[in-house]
């Protein structure tokens, strides 16, 4: 799509789309239609479902500018949530903006079991680190109404998304606070389930120029040479907030298994075990404190 083509006539909805997807349709791996309807829809305001029904609406000089300037972007290489604001999210919608990384849908995983540890009638003290968004604790906190959930990030930016993703989907049982991982949280408390999806890739790891990842917050990526450091850090502070018998539940790289299984191991974690995805990788492992007396 040129930059410099100058003002065309208003199309119409059907026009607009055919042509946006013959542009994306060059973009590897991409859903170019879905794509195109997702983004006009996002310009006009209206759900999917008016484009289909109202092709031969023509589109006013401004909205199609600002399609043609979102198709743009798209073709640069941005995530199609960077550019709507907004990604589902355990069926929730959830605000995301550069500052905050994307949710991923692997990471409903480790939502399923956290679930599986928190019967539906109990209230639990559970901790979300790194909340980014705050796709994880949002979705706990829908599913667990009478838990309370913390959510915390060290990016200020990041926590404020969250806070205002909590407060339009009426999540009154999280509270955000601000820090390096355990250092976050409020001293002499103890947890039943802590959790988190830190960053966990390589620096310099080639996946990183890949796939709407140079869009994305650095900082919630890397962990360190090996991707490991804040996964040792969050494994070494987890004790000191665990209750006796509460669990740490981490994701990970698919390679990363059986080492986050050592370090849960090396702190002193019972029950360390890994979980693999739905394509049978190893996605999340996870320990759990010994009892009083164990
Ligand atoms: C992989 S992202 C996960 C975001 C979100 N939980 C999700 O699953 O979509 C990692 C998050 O950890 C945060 N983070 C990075 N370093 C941190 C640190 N030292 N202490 C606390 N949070 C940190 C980042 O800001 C980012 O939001």
Not at 75 to 90: H, I, N, S
Not at 156 to 183: I, M, Q
Not at 242 to 263: D, I, M, Y
Request: hydrophobic letters at 40%; a negative charge; glycine letters at 8%.
């Amino acid at each position: 799509m040129k930059a410099d083509s100058g003002p065309t006539p208003p199309a119409t909805i059907g026009q607009a789309l055919e042509i946006a997807q013959t542009h994306l349709s060059t973009l590897p791996d991409g859903t170019p239609r879905l794509e195109a309807e997702v983004l006009l829809a996002h310009i006009l305001g209206t759900p999917r479902t008016h484009l289909i029904a109202w092709p031969d609406k023509r589109l006013s000089t401004r909205q199609q500018a600002s399609f043609q300037a979102l198709i743009r972007r798209r073709l640069q290489g941005e995530p199609l949530a960077y550019l709507t604001g907004q990604r589902e999210f355990w069926s929730l919608p959830l605000m995301v903006t550069p500052a905050t990384l994307i949710p991923r849908p692997e990471t409903e995983r480790l939502v399923e079991r956290a679930l599986e540890l928190i019967p539906k009638d109990a209230r639990r003290e559970i901790v979300d680190l790194g909340t980014g968004s705050g796709a994880i604790a949002a979705a706990i906190a829908t599913e667990r109404p009478l838990s309370n959930i913390i959510a915390t990030d060290v990016d200020s930016a990041s926590l404020a998304v969250a806070s205002a993703n909590f407060l339009r989907l009426g999540l009154s049982n999280v509270t955000c606070r601000p820090g390096e991982w355990c250092t976050a949280l409020p001293d002499q408390h103890h947890f039943d389930l802590i959790l988190s999806n830190p960053p966990y890739v390589a620096e310099g790891d080639p996946h990183l120029q890949q796939d709407g990842l140079p869009w994305e917050p650095v900082a919630a990526l890397t962990g360190g040479a090996d991707g490991l450091r804040d996964i040792c850090n969050i494994i070494r502070q987890a004790p000191a907030h665990l209750k006796p018998g509460g669990w740490l539940l981490l994701e990970h790289g698919f390679e990363q298994g059986s080492a986050v299984r050592n370090l849960l191991t090396l702190q002193g974690f019972q029950e360390a075990r890994t979980l693999q995805d739905l394509a049978h990788r190893d996605r999340l492992s996870e320990g759990r404190m010994g009892a009083v007396g164990n």
